[in-house]
């Protein structure tokens, strides 16, 4: 009857060796966690600045193909469909960009396109607030010079 009873409490786990796989667990997450913690705000931030880059491919294409930037009024939407099709004749029927669809960035908030003929053109996203006027990790934004205008 004693074997018995010694065999049925060794089948689990005593509290002192609950409490220090706890602890090894705690410090683990104390070690893990905080170099996990706004990597998915960096990731988002090199996401925006590559489709940005690529919305400026699809521009500078644009402009190729009929001597002109959109105007900020026609915006990025002019990638995905002609805006002025009695004087852009040589419009890509395929449009600027793939699958024709302006991407979001990666907050879901549409970016904003600002053509200024002597300043280039922005790309502007409000990243994470999605509200205008923030800085640093609330703004990313990509500059790009133009050709000036004659």
Not at 32 to 54: D, F, I
Request: charged share 20%.
């Amino acid at each position: 009857m004693q074997e018995n009873k010694n065999k049925k409490m060794k089948k689990g786990f005593s509290l002192m060796e609950l409490m220090v796989v706890i602890v090894i667990l705690g410090l683990l997450m104390a070690v893990v966690l905080p170099n996990l913690t706004g990597k998915s705000e960096e990731a988002k931030r090199k996401l925006s600045c590559v489709q940005m880059k690529n919305l400026v491919n699809s521009l500078k294409m644009f402009k190729v193909d009929n001597g002109r930037y959109p105007s900020t009024a026609e915006g990025l939407t002019a990638l995905t469909a002609n805006p002025a099709p009695d004087s852009l004749l040589s419009y890509s029927t395929a449009g600027y960009l793939e699958d024709s669809k302006i991407p979001l960035d990666p907050w879901n908030n549409p970016y904003i396109y600002i053509y200024g003929q002597a300043n280039g053109l922005d790309i502007v996203s409000f990243a994470s607030d999605g509200a205008e006027g923030g800085t640093g990790e609330n703004s990313v934004r990509w500059h790009a010079f133009t050709d000036p205008v004659i």
